[in-house]
């Protein structure tokens, strides 16, 4: 397998390879682009978007700074929206519902490293899919953990760190998020 293979597959993998370095690479050249055009240019942006997530409802919105590591490794449905600084480490695949909500400074993550010290500076390391839900409402300076699942219907609140799943229709909020109301 390559380690790109391994990467998607949820297996330990070597992060400093040099095609997934040339993908990285790829990929901060088009965010650099999408975050450097001009506010009126809505058509451009939409354009990029499309060229750069794996896949896209129609109405798609992500205000400007956006960053991922991959952005093919992204998927979101109909009517999604993500506020400024949407940060998305995407070496597993990310896939969100129709009609997200994303507030400002959100963080997705599903790279995992090693707590030993030697084997995190081996550069290895391994990714779990994060999914999250139709009609979710993620408040602004979450962060959401690898391997998580988010229910549809969901409300995170603001600044939650959210490191298990979350069932369908609640609403979740703390370090860590924890449900504490259900609709």
């Given amino acids: 397998m390559t380690e ?20 990285l690479n790829r990929t901060k050249d088009i965010i650099w682009e999408y975050n450097n055009l001009q506010p009126s240019r809505t058509k451009d942006r939409e354009t990029i978007l499309r060229g750069l997530l794996g896949r896209c409802g129609k109405e ?53 490293h090693s707590t030993n010290v030697e084997e995190r500076n081996s550069r290895r390391e391994w990714a779990r899919e994060v999914t ?23 409300t995170i609140g603001a600044g939650s760190v959210v490191v298990k799943d979350i069932p369908d229709n609640c609403v979740a909020v703390g370090n860590p998020a924890k449900v504490i109301k259900y609709l």
């Fill in 4 to 23: 790109k293979e391994k990467m998607l597959a949820g297996i330990e993998y070597a992060a400093d390879d040099p095609d997934l370095l040339m993908d």
């Fill in 60 to 112: 798609v919105h992500i205000n400007p700074p956006f960053y991922c590591d991959y952005g093919q490794h992204i998927e979101v449905g109909e009517g999604f929206f993500a506020n400024f600084n949407f940060t998305v480490l995407d070496e597993a695949m990310v896939r969100i519902g129709c009609n997200a909500f994303i507030g400002p400074n959100v963080s997705i993550y599903t790279a995992c």
């Fill in 132 to 154: 999250i839900g139709d009609n979710v409402w993620i408040g602004g300076s979450t962060t959401i953990c690898p391997g998580v699942k988010i229910g549809h219907g969901v």
